[in-house]
């Protein structure tokens, strides 16, 4: 049973979570390389970010269909953006 106003989420979105470090790679796909995690947590901490589906102390993870609309408002052409090669 859920709370009043609590949100229910498929298995397909449970799926799809993404932790602060998969967000270090989706920053830095417009320079080629990831970004560091202080850097992806002041973004994560912006007003208008999305709110994890998961906060605790030690672990919050976001739900990747939502950080990806808001990189598409925010970071135009991270989608074509190509990580840049190692090695």
Do not use: C
């Not at 080629?32 to 999305?50: C, L, T």
């Amino acid at each position: 049973m859920h709370a009043p106003g609590e949100r229910t989420y498929t298995k397909a979105e449970l799926d799809s979570l993404i932790s602060v470090e998969d967000l270090t790679h989706l920053l830095g796909r417009l320079r080629g390389d990831r970004v560091s995690r202080s850097y992806a947590n002041r973004i994560a901490n912006q007003k208008g970010f999305p709110d994890p589906l998961i906060d605790r102390p030690q672990l919050r993870l976001w739900l990747r269909a939502d950080v990806e609309a808001w990189l598409d408002r925010n970071r135009r052409g991270w989608r074509e953006a190509r990580p840049r090669p190692t090695g």
